[in-house]
């Protein structure tokens, strides 16, 4: 029997479904600080046309311009510090397959080359019907660049969901097994294995909404929607989780 069973199950319980590794915590702090700014910089944009709105001068006219580009630019660093941070994010982990890793730094380096692209239609705005149309023009690219690396980063969490259920998949066998004969035992991993079918249910479902976060479409919808099951498919491991622990440590004892 696997003897560093609480151990190991203890830290993937703390660890599964959107806890970024630590080494990669500065660039989840970077976006974090950039979706700040942004909204920042969107507030001062409103006050300038409602400066406008009381006095049309050529100055408050120059401050719609520069603050709408400030929004804009703003914008654009929030899409690349979130897309720097889940390129580290898949990096780090081992448990991510290498070609889920490399699917998802190509991906990553395909948008940034685009927002590198939108920087330059930013910095070439000097009127505000120029601004106007920048802007518009990025309504339609910036989901474009964010659901490739979302549905990626989908698939992720999946591939490591699945192996977490298979580890204790394995040791609920490994348990009953060891625990035959107790009849209070075993009703105790019929819990368990309960628990993990209904796990294994949410995490497919996870996956096919991830599968749907493509353009046309609802992109950001349906990542929502595949964040939602694998959060169920976390309490239900976490149940199951809480019945292994008590067979094993009567076992044990």
């Known amino acids: 029997m696997r003897k560093a069973l609480p151990v190991i199950i203890c830290i993937f319980l703390v660890s599964i479904l959107f806890v970024s ?8 702090q970077n976006w974090l600080d950039a979706k700040e700014k942004t909204v920042e910089v969107n507030a001062e944009y409103k006050q300038a046309q409602l400066d406008y709105a009381k006095d049309p001068s050529e100055a408050n006219n120059q401050t719609i311009i520069d603050t709408a580009k ?38 990553v380096n395909s948008n940034l080359d685009k927002i590198a692209e939108l920087r330059k239609d930013v910095d070439g705005v000097n009127t505000r019907g120029e601004a106007g149309i920048v802007f518009l023009k990025m309504l339609g690219k910036y989901i474009e660049l964010l659901t490739d690396v979302a549905r990626d980063t989908g698939y992720m969490w999946v591939h490591i969901a699945n192996d977490k259920a ?25 819990i368990a294995k309960a628990e993990l079918q209904t796990a294994r249910s949410k995490i497919n479902m996870a996956e096919k909404a991830y599968d749907n976060v493509k353009l046309p ?37």
Do not use: C, H
């Open 21 to 28: 590794a630590l080494s990669s915590g500065e660039a989840k």
């Open 70 to 107: 400030a929004v804009m630019n703003s914008a654009l660093d929030e899409a690349e510090a979130w897309l720097t941070w889940k390129n580290l994010e898949a990096k780090e982990n081992d448990d991510v397959p290498s070609d889920l890793k490399e699917n998802i730094e190509s991906d």
């Open 166 to 190: 298979d580890l204790i998949e394995d040791y609920e066998s490994d348990l009953r097994e060891a625990a035959s004969g107790n009849d209070d035992l075993i009703a105790k991993l019929d």
């Open 217 to 253: 479409g609802t992109p950001f919808i349906k990542f929502a929607e595949g964040n939602g099951y694998l959060n169920q498919a976390r309490t239900n491991l976490i149940n199951s989780y809480i019945q292994i622990d008590y067979v094993y440590n009567s076992i044990t004892r």
